[in-house]
């Protein structure tokens, strides 16, 4: 098996913190590790023969020094997309690097977001290793995660016949839906959050990628240096439109394990537990009084954080700027940063 991390992100929701010099993926979200150190030590356990991360120019040297961090990993190799266009050039240009350069013989490719929680992980590792026998067979594998609340900024993926074993064929894909279809596919049995994660097999990644996106096809199959150089001219899309929701052989896997995408403020209450009033109060100089089930972070030990008698909000100091909403609105963090974008104060 090969391994192909995506850490190319930007992690807008997760503004102040995560900002564009250094996105969500590069913080130590939990725990004293970087989300995507974190996610190079999970995919370690599985015994790859290649690992590559997938970055941009700008965020190359934030590899490296997490990879001098760890210092555990061999046969890491790190590539720069010339430009950021979405999941599918990434990936197809990940295979074609490995099969092209690291003269690659393997007949899998599981491909992980960099900035993911996941636990416990020898669960996750135990069932990609099964996979892996699976996928001797002609599929694209999509991972579902057991849905555990209703969540609006998730994709989700509703789960037809089964196969064998713990795999099933796909119904449909559906892109973040509103909070009366996410509660009905909490409820209905058959739905699971689409994690990001993929395990194809190279071979039907390829056929597949001539028949359903044939324009990235085109420039894959001319070599990874054509492909590198003209990589300006592929569409921008995402391996789920260009591939997952054409195929005719897309199966999926579902996960019982506790996952985020730690994709806004709100996913860290479902990561982190609070204290006696539900608090998670982290970095210093922060004093509460009256103050409950709310998030205090603090990046600026020169500066006093103080909140009294507020429930269920959000604040986050740091020098890029100062965040304070209710929970619950982490999705719209977005929109305050394209308004900062407007302005040019990124």
């Known amino acids: 098996m090969d391994v192909i991390v995506l850490a190319g992100g930007g992690g807008t929701r997760l503004w102040p913190l995560s900002v564009k010099d250094l996105p969500k993926q590069f913080l130590k979200i939990y725990g004293d ?16 023969k290649n690992i590559l991360i997938l970055t941009n120019e700008k965020q190359k040297s934030l590899v490296e020094r997490d990879l001098d961090e760890i210092d555990v990993l061999k046969n890491v190799k790190v590539v720069t997309e010339p430009e950021m266009k979405n999941t599918a050039p990434a990936i197809a240009l990940g295979i074609r690097y490995l099969i092209d350069i690291c003269n690659s013989k393997e007949k899998v490719v599981f491909i992980t977001p960099s900035d993911s929680y996941i636990t416990p992980e020898e669960d996750l590792v135990e069932v990609l290793k099964r996979c892996e026998e699976f996928l001797k067979e002609d599929y694209l594998l999509t991972f579902g995660v057991v849905v555990t609340r209703v969540e609006t900024g998730y994709g989700y993926i509703e789960i037809g ?4 074993d713990s795999f099933f064929k796909v119904n449909k894909f559906t892109e973040k839906p509103d909070y009366e279809r996410a509660l009905k596919y909490k409820n209905s049995g058959k739905h699971y959050w689409n994690s990001g994660m993929f395990m194809f097999n190279v071979n039907t990644f390829q056929s597949e990628l001539k028949k359903c996106a044939p324009e990235i096809y085109d420039s894959y199959r001319k070599g990874f240096s054509y492909f590198y150089e003209n990589f300006s001219q592929v569409e921008r899309i995402s391996v789920d439109y260009a591939l997952m929701e054409k195929s005719g052989k897309v199966a999926v896997c579902p996960l019982s394990i506790t996952w985020s995408d730690v994709g806004n403020w709100d996913a860290i209450f479902e990561i982190e537990s609070g204290d006696e ?70």
């Open 277 to 346: 009033e539900g608090n998670i109060l982290k970095g210093s100089r922060i004093y509460t009084v009256d103050v409950e089930d709310s998030l205090v972070w603090n990046r600026e030990n020169e500066k006093i954080v103080a909140l009294l008698g507020v429930r269920d909000v959000i604040v986050v100091n740091t020098p890029n700027g100062i965040l304070i909403t209710k929970k619950g609105l982490g999705q719209k963090v977005r929109e305050i940063v394209e308004k900062i974008k407007e302005e040019g104060r990124e």
């Open 33 to 48: 590790r970087s989300l995507l150190q974190n996610t190079l030590l999970r995919v370690f356990k599985l015994n790859p």
């Open 161 to 164: 016949d089964k196969i064998r």
